[in-house]
Protein backbone atom coordinates (compact mmCIF):
# COMPACT_ATOMS: atom_id res chain seq x y z
CA UNK A 1 0.00 0.00 0.00
CA UNK A 2 1.71 3.22 -1.32
CA UNK A 3 2.32 6.26 1.91
CA UNK A 4 -0.88 8.55 0.70
CA UNK A 5 1.49 11.26 2.47
CA UNK A 6 5.08 10.31 1.05
CA UNK A 7 3.90 8.05 -1.77
CA UNK A 8 6.51 5.42 -0.66
CA UNK A 9 5.48 2.24 -1.85
CA UNK A 10 5.98 0.36 1.50
CA UNK A 11 4.28 0.15 5.05
CA UNK A 12 3.67 -1.52 7.83
CA UNK A 13 0.18 -3.53 9.03
CA UNK A 14 0.78 -2.37 12.46
CA UNK A 15 -3.29 -3.57 13.51
CA UNK A 16 -6.00 -5.60 11.73
CA UNK A 17 -9.61 -5.61 12.98
CA UNK A 18 -12.84 -7.38 11.23
CA UNK A 19 -15.78 -4.74 10.94
CA UNK A 20 -18.88 -7.09 11.06
CA UNK A 21 -21.67 -4.83 10.24
CA UNK A 22 -19.75 -3.58 6.45
CA UNK A 23 -17.79 -7.22 6.38
CA UNK A 24 -14.76 -5.44 6.03
CA UNK A 25 -11.55 -5.23 7.41
CA UNK A 26 -9.73 -2.39 9.06
CA UNK A 27 -6.26 -2.05 8.94
CA UNK A 28 -4.21 0.69 10.66
CA UNK A 29 -1.00 1.12 8.83
CA UNK A 30 2.46 2.98 9.13
CA UNK A 31 4.84 4.24 6.28
CA UNK A 32 8.25 2.79 6.68
CA UNK A 33 9.73 6.22 5.22
CA UNK A 34 8.15 9.16 6.77
CA UNK A 35 6.36 7.15 9.85
CA UNK A 36 2.66 8.66 9.59
CA UNK A 37 -0.14 6.64 10.40
CA UNK A 38 -3.52 5.41 8.35
CA UNK A 39 -6.07 3.26 8.21
CA UNK A 40 -7.27 1.69 5.05
CA UNK A 41 -10.50 -0.80 4.50
CA UNK A 42 -10.29 -3.81 2.54
CA UNK A 43 -13.54 -5.27 1.23
CA UNK A 44 -15.03 -8.08 -1.01
CA UNK A 45 -15.15 -7.12 -4.49
CA UNK A 46 -18.28 -8.62 -5.91
CA UNK A 47 -18.97 -8.81 -9.75
CA UNK A 48 -22.39 -8.13 -10.08
CA UNK A 49 -24.48 -9.16 -12.84
CA UNK A 50 -25.70 -6.52 -15.94
CA UNK A 51 -28.98 -5.95 -15.87
CA UNK A 52 -30.70 -5.70 -19.21
CA UNK A 53 -33.26 -3.03 -19.72
CA UNK A 54 -36.60 -3.48 -21.16
CA UNK A 55 -35.29 -2.07 -24.56
CA UNK A 56 -32.46 -4.45 -24.63
CA UNK A 57 -29.64 -2.17 -23.19
CA UNK A 58 -27.20 -3.39 -20.84
CA UNK A 59 -25.98 -1.57 -17.33
CA UNK A 60 -24.01 -1.99 -14.70
CA UNK A 61 -26.13 -3.28 -11.72
CA UNK A 62 -26.62 0.46 -9.88
CA UNK A 63 -27.55 0.08 -5.72
CA UNK A 64 -28.06 3.33 -5.34
CA UNK A 65 -30.95 3.06 -8.09
CA UNK A 66 -32.80 0.55 -6.08
CA UNK A 67 -32.00 2.06 -2.96
CA UNK A 68 -33.40 5.50 -4.40
CA UNK A 69 -36.86 3.56 -5.64
CA UNK A 70 -37.24 2.03 -2.31
CA UNK A 71 -36.98 4.75 -0.40
CA UNK A 72 -39.55 6.73 -2.87
CA UNK A 73 -42.06 3.84 -2.07
CA UNK A 74 -41.44 4.32 1.79
CA UNK A 75 -41.25 8.24 1.41
CA UNK A 76 -43.27 8.85 5.28
CA UNK A 77 -43.62 5.35 5.87
CA UNK A 78 -42.93 3.85 9.39
CA UNK A 79 -39.72 2.18 8.15
CA UNK A 80 -36.22 2.37 9.54
CA UNK A 81 -33.67 3.30 6.81
CA UNK A 82 -31.89 0.23 8.47
CA UNK A 83 -34.57 -2.06 7.07
CA UNK A 84 -34.22 -0.37 3.62
CA UNK A 85 -29.89 -1.16 3.80
CA UNK A 86 -30.56 -4.48 4.35
CA UNK A 87 -33.50 -4.88 1.84
CA UNK A 88 -31.30 -3.73 -0.96
CA UNK A 89 -28.32 -5.90 0.27
CA UNK A 90 -30.54 -8.96 0.78
CA UNK A 91 -31.37 -7.94 -3.19
CA UNK A 92 -27.77 -7.42 -3.69
CA UNK A 93 -27.47 -10.99 -2.24
CA UNK A 94 -29.79 -12.87 -4.13
CA UNK A 95 -28.60 -11.54 -7.32
CA UNK A 96 -24.74 -12.14 -7.46
CA UNK A 97 -25.93 -15.80 -5.65
CA UNK A 98 -27.83 -16.60 -8.86
CA UNK A 99 -24.59 -16.47 -10.43
CA UNK A 100 -26.13 -15.12 -13.71
CA UNK A 101 -23.91 -12.34 -15.69
CA UNK A 102 -27.00 -10.78 -16.88
CA UNK A 103 -30.36 -10.55 -15.44
CA UNK A 104 -33.74 -8.57 -16.61
CA UNK A 105 -34.70 -5.32 -15.35
CA UNK A 106 -38.04 -7.31 -14.33
CA UNK A 107 -35.88 -9.28 -12.13
CA UNK A 108 -35.01 -6.76 -10.14
CA UNK A 109 -38.09 -4.97 -9.92
CA UNK A 110 -39.66 -8.22 -8.76
CA UNK A 111 -37.12 -8.76 -6.09
CA UNK A 112 -37.96 -5.28 -4.42
CA UNK A 113 -41.73 -5.61 -4.74
CA UNK A 114 -41.65 -8.92 -3.12
CA UNK A 115 -39.71 -7.82 -0.40
CA UNK A 116 -41.68 -4.62 -0.14
CA UNK A 117 -44.67 -6.49 0.26
CA UNK A 118 -42.58 -8.44 3.51
CA UNK A 119 -41.80 -4.52 4.71
CA UNK A 120 -45.07 -2.82 3.98
CA UNK A 121 -48.38 -2.69 2.05
CA UNK A 122 -48.41 0.84 1.00
CA UNK A 123 -45.05 0.95 -0.07
CA UNK A 124 -45.75 -2.08 -2.24
CA UNK A 125 -48.78 -0.81 -4.16
CA UNK A 126 -46.67 2.50 -4.43
CA UNK A 127 -43.59 1.01 -6.32
CA UNK A 128 -46.18 -1.51 -7.40
CA UNK A 129 -47.95 1.18 -9.51
CA UNK A 130 -44.83 2.87 -10.74
CA UNK A 131 -43.16 -0.37 -11.76
CA UNK A 132 -46.15 -2.01 -13.88
CA UNK A 133 -47.01 1.52 -14.95
CA UNK A 134 -51.02 0.99 -13.76
CA UNK A 135 -53.32 2.98 -15.70
CA UNK A 136 -56.45 2.55 -13.56
CA UNK A 137 -57.93 2.14 -10.34
CA UNK A 138 -58.97 -1.37 -11.46
CA UNK A 139 -55.02 -2.10 -11.64
CA UNK A 140 -54.62 -0.60 -7.78
CA UNK A 141 -57.47 -2.98 -7.01
CA UNK A 142 -56.05 -6.18 -8.15
CA UNK A 143 -52.43 -5.02 -7.01
CA UNK A 144 -54.26 -4.96 -3.46
CA UNK A 145 -56.31 -8.18 -4.25
CA UNK A 146 -53.00 -10.01 -4.60
CA UNK A 147 -51.46 -8.81 -1.08
CA UNK A 148 -54.86 -9.54 0.63
CA UNK A 149 -54.56 -13.09 -1.09
CA UNK A 150 -50.89 -13.32 0.12
CA UNK A 151 -51.33 -12.23 3.77
CA UNK A 152 -54.26 -15.68 4.03
CA UNK A 153 -51.91 -18.21 3.00
Given amino acids: MKCPFCQHPNTQVTDSRLLEETNSIRRRRRCVECGQRFST ?20 FNPHKLRTSLER ?23 YQSGNKEVPSR ?47
Avoid: C, W
Avoid at 44 to 49: I, K, S
Avoid at 78 to 88: F, S, W
Fill in 73 to 95: ALHKRPIAQEKIDETVALIEQRL
Fill in 41 to 60: FETVEMRMPQVIKSNGTRVA
Fill in 107 to 153: MVGEMAMEELAKIDQVAYVRFASVYKSFNDVSEFTQAIATLVQTDGK
